[in-house]
């Protein structure tokens, strides 16, 4: 091994001090770099270096899904998240567990999210129209996203009231 040159734990360990990532990723991104050695292919080079990092406690998938459900979750919908953390290669057992947890609040995330963008209700149906498409692109739902319209209206005809 070159002066300089990571081991593929040491690269494993470089992506993890960044953010977390999935087993799946890191196989990924370490898989160009794993070369064939006498005895042990890079397959199993790298199996044997991700083991080493999840054995020690540094390498978790369900981390990985937390992480991206406390970080960008807050602005996603239950599409855009599905889409994610199958995106990471995690198992659909784990997926559909997150996705769970993330459901109950999704209509206030809905609301977070169009409050930041817009904060005021619609004036046209061109404006509900634009506003239901930038919803629907961060993966929310038909149903979450006319309640938040109807909750914006709603809102702004009791403030209009005498």
Same mark, same amino acid.
């Given at each position: 091994?070159?002066?300089?040159?990571?081991?593929?734990?040491? /690269?494993?360990?470089?992506?993890?001090? @960044?953010?977390?990532?999935? *087993?799946?990723?890191?196989? *990924?991104?370490?898989?160009?770099?794993?070369?064939?050695?006498?005895?042990?292919?890079?397959?199993?080079?790298? /199996?044997?270096?991700?083991?080493?990092?999840?054995? /020690?406690?540094?390498?978790?998938?369900?981390?990985?899904?937390?992480?991206?459900?406390?970080?960008?979750?807050?602005?996603?919908?239950?599409? @855009?998240?599905?889409?994610?953390?199958?995106?990471?290669?995690?198992?659909?057992?784990?997926?559909?567990?997150?996705?769970?947890?993330?459901?109950?609040?999704?209509?206030?995330?809905?609301?977070?999210?169009?409050? *930041? @963008?817009?904060?005021?209700?619609?004036?046209?149906?061109?404006?509900?129209?634009?506003?239901?498409?930038?919803?629907?692109?961060?993966?929310?739902?038909?149903?979450?996203?006319?309640?938040?319209? @109807?909750?914006?209206?709603?809102?702004?005809?009791?403030?209009?009231?005498?």
């Amino acid at each position: 091994m070159a002066f300089g040159s990571l081991s593929l734990e040491g /690269r494993a360990l470089r992506h993890l001090a @960044r953010r977390e990532h999935s *087993r799946a990723e890191l196989e *990924r991104k370490l898989a160009p770099h794993a070369q064939d050695a006498p005895g042990a292919s890079a397959a199993e080079q790298i /199996r044997a270096a991700l083991d080493a990092l999840a054995a /020690r406690g540094l390498l978790s998938d369900e981390r990985a899904a937390e992480s991206l459900l406390a970080g960008a979750g807050r602005r996603l919908g239950r599409r @855009r998240l599905a889409q994610s953390l199958n995106a990471k290669g995690l198992a659909p057992e784990l997926v559909a567990a997150t996705l769970a947890q993330a459901c109950g609040s999704e209509f206030e995330r809905a609301l977070a999210v169009w409050q *930041r @963008r817009f904060g005021t209700p619609p004036a046209s149906l061109v404006e509900r129209a634009r506003q239901s498409r930038f919803l629907a692109g961060r993966g929310f739902d038909g149903e979450v996203i006319r309640r938040v319209l @109807r909750q914006a209206g709603a809102a702004e005809a009791d403030d209009e009231a005498p």
